[in-house]
């Protein structure tokens, strides 16, 4: 294959114009996203000077995805996902709206910001499952993981872009403004999925409350593929997540220094952006389960080496590689789901993927604070790894189908025609 052939692979922007625009839509909205994200931590911190508070933030967007993730995706499996998706855009932006209310006034208790971002999160857990279901609509069969890694790169981008228009804006003109842009970003994703046509479940209804929701359970369950891929992802950010651990690793190991922690915090994201970059090969192939196992093992592997080196550039170094690693492990991982799945069950999956992705790397952080009090960073993030790395292998051993070589079963999932 050419050098062409290993870059992002850029098709379904060509054969799909729905997906195109949804894609241009869902950029601009999650830049707003991050921007809100520093936002709200900005306005907090300044209001209370309370680590507490600061904690609280990530609370506030957690728990509601997780609360209202898998009752959301019961009823996305029941309705037309284009108008779940919808009415999660319009939500979120009017939460945006009163949150840039508030920014302007001032003299808000923050126990009331932190109620509009647990509303907007709600908003968001229902619109996470009904835009999981978009791709194997939209695009042909083997172009799935092309678009995948295309929502990726573009997200991976806004998430160094946007802390960084934020922190512009916030010194320029104020909370206030910021979150009104934000709102405006809801706006361009509310127009490019307004023109799609309906997308009501293909195959029977998920049933009502909890018993669609059981349903859903009892798939991810019993189906070993689906299943090894959302606990690989687990394994991956309960044992092995780094983030929280990085000021007290900067601190014991290179002296505090804030342009080392922030360096760290980047170089994941630049190896993320990078590996999507040119994840083309990847997207290419037919059976994705034995690259995300071992994209997977890699990140815990290079973590535990990062907790042994004492050498800054090494380190930068190797956690560009556990953040390139991570990438490509969730666009496996997020490929198996898509053509895993049955579509009347799509919602469901989408939600549990994202339970998985917003509780996980919380958990993970905590349970590396925790070990990092008892022992030192060192050893929570030796350990972490190398946990990791066992785990994956213990999914990968117990589950034969994920390494097998047979081709992915068929969704009955019928892309649109491009327009």
Request: hydrophobic share 55%; charged share 10%.
């Amino acid at each position: 294959m050419s050098r062409t052939g290993s870059l992002i692979d850029v098709r379904p922007l060509r054969s799909s114009p729905p997906f195109r625009r949804l894609l241009i839509g869902r950029t601009v909205s999650t830049l707003g996203s991050f921007m809100t994200m520093v936002t709200v931590m900005y306005q907090v911190w300044q209001s209370t000077h309370s680590p507490a508070w600061s904690g609280a933030v990530g609370l506030a967007q957690a728990l509601p995805m997780v609360a209202v993730g898998l009752f959301a995706g019961a009823w996305v499996d029941r309705t037309d996902r284009r108008r779940a998706y919808l009415l999660g855009n319009a939500g979120q932006a009017a939460c945006s709206l009163l949150l840039a209310v508030q920014g302007f006034t001032g003299h808000v208790p923050v126990a009331a910001v932190l109620g509009l971002v647990a509303l907007q999160a709600s908003f968001g857990a229902i619109g996470a499952p009904a835009a999981g279901v978009f791709v194997p609509r939209l695009v042909p069969k083997d172009q799935v993981a092309a678009a995948l890694a295309l929502n990726q790169v573009t997200g991976q981008a806004m998430m160094l872009l946007g802390p960084a228009l934020a922190g512009l804006v916030l010194g320029w003109s104020g909370t206030g403004v910021c979150y009104l842009l934000d709102a405006a970003s809801f706006a361009v994703s509310f127009a490019a999925a307004f023109v799609l046509p309906a997308l009501p479940p293909v195959g029977d209804a998920a049933r009502a409350g909890l018993d669609g929701v059981l349903d859903g359970l009892r798939f991810l369950i019993t189906h070993q593929v689906v299943r090894g891929a959302l606990l690989t992802d687990l394994a991956a950010t309960l044992l092995a997540m780094p983030a929280g651990l990085f000021p007290l690793v900067n601190s014991e190991r290179f002296g505090g220094n804030p342009r080392t922690l922030g360096l760290f915090l980047s170089a994941l994201a630049v190896g993320g952006v990078t590996a999507t970059a040119f994840s083309g090969r990847l997207t290419r192939l037919a059976h994705p389960g034995p690259a995300m196992l071992a994209a997977s093992a890699l990140w815990g592997a290079a973590l535990a080496a990062f907790g042994l080196t004492t050498s800054a550039w090494a380190g930068l170094a190797l956690l560009v590689l556990a953040g390139a690693a991570d990438a490509l492990a969730v666009l496996c991982r997020s490929t198996i789901i898509q053509t895993r799945t049955p579509d009347a069950l799509l919602g469901r999956v989408t939600a549990a993927e994202t339970i998985v992705g917003q509780a996980g790397p919380q958990l993970g952080n905590l349970r590396a604070g925790l070990v990092a009090g008892w022992t030192s960073g060192l050893t929570a993030l030796v350990t972490g790894g190398l946990l990791c790395v066992a785990a994956v292998a213990a999914v990968g051993v117990t589950t034969p189908q994920l390494r097998a070589r047979e081709a992915p079963a068929h969704h009955p999932s019928t892309p649109l025609p491009a327009d």
